[in-house]
């Protein structure tokens, strides 16, 4: 044992000079120490990464960083095993043989460039949306969004298609916010909790400290989820409903409020539109719209004045009842309507239990319990504030429940109307943004919906887009579709099958293209997107895609370019290989303008700084893109000589301006660096992220941090700092017109009206109030013979594939299993450790199997991403991952069943998100024989030439000389 004596409490001088007085346990592990942002998942946690001789040593927790504080999980002390990776990518590389061969020669990246502008510069002359342009999970797609637009095209987008697309547009469409990254828990004062399908890889190390405040205070976190681990597994009550039917029991919740009067009125009526008119006018180009005055003001019915100004000050609306309008139309307030359908029969407890896999005492139980917290143990702050009507507050009342959700309601073609329940819900309570309820993160709320609609209606040769291509649509007026309704864009998002398509459909680019549908595509440009694996729906699909050829013998997608910085599984597949860098060797921008880090407590963005140099010959993609961008003669990427405007990725940074004197970061602007949100472009601006650990944050005054969608300061100081465009009060949205206008629209009404074949489809699923159906693949076919529904999670060790070929990561799962209900399973005579086949509609997959408690009896389960395809990622052909690892993605189809009209995604009707979590399928025990290796088992991948063999041993600096 070794003693502490005085000298180790001396004042100590650490390796990025400054000094401390804490016990040192330990000699110092390095030379030097920079801080930077963890790429390891999305949380974008700050760190500190410790270096000697060149080489990082140790990688911990910023302390002084308002994400993590200090705190880093597994996956980001890992980062470290993911920079020595013996899958990265070692150069430029050139197709020279068939696709899928894994033929590829280096090459400069001079030659590389040229011929990613020869095939780029071709496509922009002539038709710029025949050029694909999709990205995966990156973190800089106000960049990749806007270089798209500058080019031309309307067909990019990124990840979120086939993630979250509901929960963004449910929220964003309702409250102006949404939930994770655009909202959180008041994690301070929250007494109850209700979680929703949050699977554990998502925002992990701010959910474990908020849980663990939670915790300290003894409040009820109760997690709706089909599978107990993770979050579940620490909540005080699990509840395992059936995947799919979270909006069933979300509506149940509202019928109880509703039926025993738990409902905040004078929230109601102060922040959403529950008291505004609604035309009814069956059959009439103006039901279901708001009724408005000449001024386009919406109104409500006051008990002594009748129709007037909805957001007068003096209102004394009435709710519930039928009212005449002075030009003889009836009408009826949003909150009667409501009502009308959630105190409904079919929404009551009783109805929904048995499809929920739940009793409906505990459905009642629940909706007990939050009107008690809400309305019986209120939070009241002495903290005086204005509203946008000036009236002032002396105190801030709150309801102390909070909602957080995530994929597991998202992920179902049925999720876009679940998330907009959940927000009714906390409405009705009065809990969005007061103390204890769910809080927006800045730079949310945005109006309702916010901006213009989508760019990309007359797209011409080398000519930008004017606006931005991911918007938001307000009606049939904003769709991207041609005069006979046909799809404008590839992947059909703002079209009829997906006309609130806001972060396009990733999940449909290849397919569409294959076909031809609506047209052919020249070039696919994608990066950080493992489209030939576990980023499709269905990978074996995909790849007969990607290599299908015309009959004169060339490929039907002609150009495939793609830039990662890892021999992942679509590497082979591509013509051009642009390799990256890692996330520690290259600038980043966590821009105010895409995902930046903002929290309820106020705004926040931050950068990536180069830690080290690159020891292969790799560029930052941003690096890259930019560069094309100038060789291409995009107008926001040249000078008017025609020469770069941007040297590199770190210049654009500092003097890009969205819009006059909004740039991609919201700290240190103007050129004294003094300003904050809006200012001119800053020399010393990347500088003074560096020395503030690489992250910038503006915490908000006490006033103006709840009520924030009513909040009168809040909202000034917000388009002060460019976060909002005015400072108009954000009516929260229970009755959504913009879903009205495409219902009319399906009715025959206005000039731009769906294809006959999807009229009933828009009628149907463009309802002004959130509604439940089942999934639409379960609809589509018999379900009869596949009495499982099958679902995945991310671990909280793994995020995406990022950690496949990490050396650390990989000892913690090296290979998946399928979970399911030891009672159903040992009733099927299926024993632990047993292989079975998992079937489906779409085919099969052979796994291992687990038997656990923890899981709803009619569900299986598996964690994503985890099987690789045998050769990739540089792991050996026998790894586990390629031998027992399996993929659930193999038995999932990106499409619809077989039906008459168009083929239809296998997605939301109104967002297009991707229905991962719709699967259903039946289980078999293998016959014997079968046992001992995964399948499908595609053959071997062969990696790229000059690649470093895989380490025979599992640590640090393995093959490397000793540090």
């Known amino acids: 044992m070794r003693y502490l004596f005085q000298e180790d409490l001396e004042e100590r001088l650490m390796p990025d000079g400054s000094t401390t007085d804490r016990i040192a346990y330990s000699a110092p592990i390095g030379d030097e120490v920079k801080t930077t942002t963890c790429y390891m998942c999305a949380c974008r946690c700050g760190i500190r990464v410790h270096l000697k001789d060149g080489r990082v040593r140790?990688?911990?927790?910023?302390?002084?960083?308002?994400?993590?504080?200090?705190?880093?999980?597994?996956?980001?002390?890992?980062?470290?095993?993911?920079?020595?990776?013996?899958?990265?990518?070692?150069?430029?590389?050139?197709?020279?043989?068939?696709?899928?061969?894994?033929?590829?020669?280096?090459?400069?990246?001079?030659?590389?460039?040229?011929?990613?502008?020869?095939?780029?510069?071709?496509?922009?002359?002539?038709?710029?949306k025949r050029l694909a342009f999709f990205t995966g999970r990156d973190q800089s797609q106000s960049l990749t969004g806007f270089w798209a637009a500058q080019f031309g095209t309307p067909n990019f987008a990124a990840h979120g298609g086939f993630c979250s697309v509901n929960m963004a547009a449910g929220g964003l469409y309702t409250i102006g916010g949404s939930f994770w990254e655009f909202g959180e828990p008041d994690w301070e004062r929250a007494k109850y909790l209700l979680i929703l399908g949050v699977a554990e890889d998502h925002d992990s190390n701010p959910i474990k400290t908020g849980l663990a405040a939670l915790k300290k205070r003894n409040a009820k976190v109760v997690s709706v989820n089909p599978v107990r681990t993770g979050y579940s597994a620490v909540?005080?009550?699990?509840?395992?409903?059936?995947?799919?039917?979270?909006?069933?029991?979300?509506?149940?919740?509202?019928?109880?409020?509703?039926?025993?009067?738990?409902?905040?009125?004078?929230?109601?009526?102060?922040?959403?539109?529950?008291?505004?008119?609604?035309?009814?006018?069956?059959?009439?180009?103006?039901?279901?719209?708001?009724?408005?005055?000449?001024?386009?003001?919406?109104?409500?019915?006051?008990?002594?004045?009748?129709?007037?100004?909805?957001?007068?000050?003096?209102?004394?609306?009435?709710?519930?009842?039928?009212?005449?309008?002075?030009d003889g139309r009836a009408a009826r307030p949003v909150f009667h309507l409501m009502a009308e359908r959630y105190l409904g029969a079919e929404y009551a407890p009783e109805a929904v239990a048995?499809?929920?896999?739940?009793?409906?005492?505990?459905?009642?139980?629940?909706?007990?319990?939050m009107a008690d917290v809400a309305f019986n143990q209120t939070i009241t702050l002495d903290q005086p504030w204005?509203?946008?009507?000036?009236?002032?507050?002396?105190?801030?009342?709150?309801?102390?429940?909070?909602?957080?959700?995530?994929?597991?309601?998202?992920?179902?073609?049925?999720?876009?109307?679940?998330?907009?329940?959940?927000?009714?819900?906390?409405?009705?309570?009065?809990?969005?943004?007061?103390?204890?309820?769910?809080?927006?993160?800045?730079?949310?709320?945005?109006?309702?919906?916010?901006?213009?609609?989508?760019?990309?209606?007359?797209?011409?040769?080398?000519?930008?887009?004017?606006?931005?291509?991911?918007?938001?649509?307000?009606?049939?007026?904003?769709?991207?579709?041609?005069?006979?309704?046909?799809?404008?864009?590839?992947?059909?998002?703002?079209?009829?099958?997906?006309?609130?398509?806001?972060?396009?459909?990733?999940?449909?680019?290849?397919?569409?293209?294959?076909?031809?549908?609506?047209?052919?595509?020249?070039?696919?440009?994608?990066?950080?997107?493992?489209?030939?694996?576990?980023?499709?729906?269905?990978?074996?699909?995909?790849?007969?895609?990607?290599?299908?050829?015309?009959?004169?013998?060339?490929?039907?997608?002609?150009?495939?370019?793609?830039?990662?910085?890892?021999?992942?599984?679509?590497?082979?597949?591509?013509?051009?290989?642009?390799?990256?860098?890692?996330?520690?060797?290259?600038?980043?921008?966590?821009?105010?303008?895409?995902?930046?880090?903002?929290?309820?407590?106020?705004?926040?963005?931050?950068?990536?700084?180069p830690v080290l140099k690159p020891d292969r010959d790799v560029r930052p993609f941003q690096d890259v893109l930019i560069e094309l961008g100038a060789r291409l003669g995009l107008p926001a990427f040249t000078k008017e000589d025609g020469s770069p405007r941007f040297k590199d990725y770190a210049d654009y940074i500092v003097n890009h301006e969205r819009m006059p004197g909004v740039g991609p970061l919201a700290g240190w602007r103007g050129e004294d660096g003094t300003a904050k949100g809006i200012g001119k472009p800053s020399p010393d601006q990347l500088q003074r992220y560096i020395e503030n650990g690489c992250f910038w944050r503006h915490d908000f005054s006490a006033e103006e941090s709840y009520f924030k969608h009513s909040n009168k300061v809040y909202l000034e100081n917000a388009k002060a700092m460019g976060l909002i465009g005015k400072s108009d009060q954000i009516v929260l949205q229970i009755w959504s017109e913009p879903l009205q206008k495409f219902r009319l629209a399906a009715e025959g009404h206005g000039a731009k009206q769906p294809p006959e074949a999807l009229r009933e489809r828009v009628r149907s699923y463009c309802d002004p109030l959130p509604i439940w159906y089942a999934p639409l693949e379960q609809e589509a076919h018999d379900v009869s013979g596949f009495p499982f529904s099958a679902v995945t999670q991310r671990p909280m060790a793994m995020y995406h594939s990022w950690g496949s070929m990490n050396a650390w990561l990989r000892q913690i799962h090296g290979a998946n299993r399928l979970y399911m209900s030891r009672a159903k399973g040992e009733a099927m005579g299926i024993a632990q450790d047993d292989w079975v086949w998992v079937e489906s509609r779409n085919g099969r997959v052979k796994g291992q199997v687990t038997l656990m408690e923890g899981v709803n009896p009619d569900t299986v389960w598996t964690?994503?991403?985890?099987?690789?395809?045998?050769?990739?990622?540089?792991?050996?052909?026998?790894?586990?991952?390629?031998?027992?690892?399996?993929?659930?993605?193999?038995?999932?189809?990106?499409?619809?069943?077989?039906?008459?009209?168009?083929?239809?995604?296998?997605?939301?009707?109104?967002?297009?998100?991707?229905?991962?979590?719709?699967?259903?399928?039946?289980?078999?025990?293998?016959?014997?024989?079968?046992?001992?290796?995964?399948?499908?088992?595609?053959?071997?991948?062969?990696?790229?030439?000059?690649?470093?063999?895989?380490?025979?041993?599992?640590?640090?600096?393995?093959?490397?000389?000793?540090?």
């Open 58 to 128: 140790y990688i911990e927790g910023n302390p002084d960083h308002p994400v993590n504080k200090g705190v880093l999980c597994g996956k980001g002390s890992a980062g470290i095993m993911t920079q020595y990776s013996p899958a990265r990518l070692q150069a430029p590389l050139k197709r020279i043989g068939p696709r899928g061969s894994g033929d590829y020669a280096e090459i400069s990246w001079d030659e590389a460039m040229e011929i990613a502008t020869n095939a780029l510069k071709k496509v922009r002359e002539t038709d710029p």
């Open 354 to 369: 048995e499809r929920c896999g739940l009793d409906a005492e505990r459905i009642r139980r629940i909706a007990a319990e």
């Open 235 to 326: 909540a005080d009550e699990w509840v395992g409903i059936r995947p799919g039917t979270d909006g069933l029991f979300v509506m149940a919740l509202i019928h109880e409020l509703l039926r025993h009067d738990w409902v905040d009125a004078e929230f109601l009526v102060r922040h959403t539109n529950a008291h505004w008119l609604v035309v009814r006018n069956p059959g009439g180009a103006d039901d279901g719209l708001f009724v408005r005055d000449a001024d386009g003001k919406p109104q409500a019915w006051d008990r002594a004045r009748g129709a007037m100004d909805a957001a007068a000050a003096d209102l004394s609306p009435v709710l519930v009842g039928d009212f005449t309008l002075p």
């Open 386 to 609: 204005t509203d946008t009507l000036g009236r002032r507050h002396e105190k801030m009342v709150g309801r102390p429940v909070a909602l957080h959700a995530m994929r597991g309601i998202s992920a179902h073609s049925n999720g876009f109307h679940t998330c907009r329940a959940l927000h009714i819900l906390q409405m009705l309570l009065g809990a969005i943004d007061t103390p204890g309820s769910w809080r927006y993160k800045a730079p949310f709320p945005r109006p309702i919906p916010p901006g213009p609609g989508p760019a990309g209606k007359n797209s011409k040769p080398n000519t930008p887009l004017a606006g931005n291509i991911l918007s938001f649509t307000h009606g049939p007026d904003d769709l991207l579709v041609n005069d006979d309704g046909s799809p404008i864009r590839i992947d059909h998002s703002f079209s009829w099958e997906a006309p609130l398509g806001l972060h396009g459909m990733m999940h449909t680019v290849i397919g569409n293209a294959a076909k031809g549908n609506p047209y052919k595509i020249d070039v696919l440009f994608m990066f950080m997107a493992n489209m030939a694996w576990n980023s499709a729906m269905n990978p074996l699909e995909t790849i007969e895609c990607l290599t299908a050829k015309d009959a004169s013998g060339e490929y039907v997608i002609p150009t495939v370019i793609y830039s990662d910085a890892f021999f992942s599984e679509t590497v082979p597949y591509a013509d051009l290989i642009l390799p990256d860098t890692t996330y520690l060797e290259r600038w980043d921008c966590i821009s105010i303008l895409d995902r930046p880090i903002g929290s309820s407590h106020g705004p926040g963005d931050a950068i990536r700084q």
């Open 863 to 963: 964690w994503n991403a985890i099987g690789k395809r045998a050769g990739a990622w540089m792991l050996s052909p026998d790894a586990a991952e390629a031998e027992r690892g399996f993929l659930l993605n193999h038995v999932i189809s990106e499409w619809l069943p077989a039906q008459t009209g168009p083929r239809l995604a296998n997605a939301d009707p109104i967002t297009g998100q991707a229905a991962w979590y719709d699967l259903r399928v039946n289980i078999k025990k293998c016959a014997k024989g079968e046992e001992g290796i995964t399948a499908p088992h595609p053959s071997t991948l062969t990696p790229p030439p000059n690649m470093p063999e895989p380490p025979k041993i599992l640590r640090f600096n393995a093959g490397e000389q000793k540090p």
